[in-house]
């Protein structure tokens, strides 16, 4: 299977890539600057860009996994304008330019409101923060752009 990881510099992203190409999969990685490391283990190809600016990728995959987000929340509201342009609009743009077959969003388990117990998929959604405000968005959008079946929403 060929996939592309975006996010792919971030702890769980590098991970991810380690997984998939033990499983023998064909990975491409996206993030905003290649560090080496993942060109090391033997990514197909590493494209280097911002998602907040629109791009189209001159190929197609099998899956994306879009883990890319901006994700500062001890920074208070100063950045909400990051959170709408990197989780948000490039979310759309990751869709838009990077065409899969299937497409994986990792938003966040803090959307659903915080109360004591577990938590699961029957919780109502309360999200507070702005980081936790643009998932939802985001996989608003998301929702908007694929067709169900071939879309996976994981609430990590």
């Not at 190809?45 to 890319?68: C, E, G, R």
Request: net charge negative; hydrophobic share 45%; proline share 3%.
């Amino acid at each position: 299977m060929k996939v592309l990881v975006t996010g792919a510099n971030g702890f769980v992203g590098q991970e991810l890539v380690k997984a998939l190409m033990s499983g023998g999969h064909a990975v491409d990685a996206l993030d905003l600057a290649d560090t080496g490391c993942l060109s090391e283990q033997g990514v197909s190809h590493f494209y280097t860009q911002d998602i907040s600016v629109p791009f189209l990728l001159n190929d197609t995959w099998d899956v994306v996994f879009h883990l890319a987000a901006y994700n500062v929340t001890h920074v208070g509201d100063a950045a909400a304008g990051m959170y709408q342009r990197i989780n948000v609009n490039g979310t759309e743009n990751v869709i838009k330019g990077a065409p899969a077959d299937k497409f994986v969003f990792l938003s966040t388990v803090k959307v659903y409101e915080r109360r004591a117990g577990v938590v699961d998929e029957s919780g109502s959604l309360a999200p507070k923060g702005l980081y936790e405000k643009s998932k939802i968005e985001a996989e608003n959008v998301c929702r908007q752009l694929i067709d169900p079946a071939c879309l996976v929403i994981i609430r990590s």
